[in-house]
């Protein structure tokens, strides 16, 4: 009987010991792609500001503080519990539409109100002063705008009221060129 008695009480250890160890803890700053995902699906978390189409928070940085859940099991040390905050990136905007942005170029070009409306007050002067360079600025500033390689004056993006493609601009320089790529060495 007595062994009968042991082998119930070392199975219900070893049964608690392993209900103990079903949750992994761990510092989530840590975590590999796969261990999480950003930012949490729960349905009821928005994360994306309504008026700049970013998500809430985005700083100058271009990245914003969002809500992330750990995969089932694991358990961050920070929160106790699986969500904790991480960092994505973001485009940061001020105010600068980009349909205002091309509405001015089209229509109001000529006269600079689309260097006026994004802060080049100097070229928006000259445009006005010459009608737009002849016209030939108004053009100009229709394409560099419509590609965005035109944009506000402070370092901001423009605000687009809807998700769609947007334009990232690659720019390369005489450090980018010289950087050794994967495939040199096959």
């Known amino acids: 009987m007595t062994s009968w008695c042991y082998t119930v009480i070392i199975l219900m250890v070893l049964l608690y010991s392993v209900h103990i160890s079903a949750d992994y803890h761990v510092e989530c700053s840590t975590l590999r792609m796969g261990q999480y995902i950003c930012p949490d699906p729960d349905p009821s978390y928005d994360y994306i500001d ?40 973001c485009k940061w905007t001020n105010g600068y539409s980009f349909e205002t942005a091309m509405l001015l170029s089209i229509f109001l070009g000529m006269f600079g109100a689309d260097r006026f409306y994004l802060g080049y007050p100097a070229i928006g002067l000259l445009k006005f002063c010459t009608l737009g ?51 040199w060495y096959t």
């Open 50 to 89: 309504p008026k700049t189409q970013q998500p809430y928070g985005c700083t100058k940085e271009n990245k914003a503080k969002v809500q992330c859940r750990a995969a089932e099991g694991i358990n961050c040390t920070e929160t106790k519990n699986s969500t904790f905050k991480r960092e994505i990136p």
């Open 133 to 183: 360079f002849m016209f030939l600025g108004q053009l100009v500033d229709i394409i560099l705008i419509a590609t965005q390689v035109v944009g506000p004056a402070d370092g901001s993006h423009y605000v687009i009221p809807y998700y769609g493609a947007g334009i990232e601009v690659i720019r390369s320089n005489n450090w980018t060129y010289k950087l050794p790529q994967h495939d």
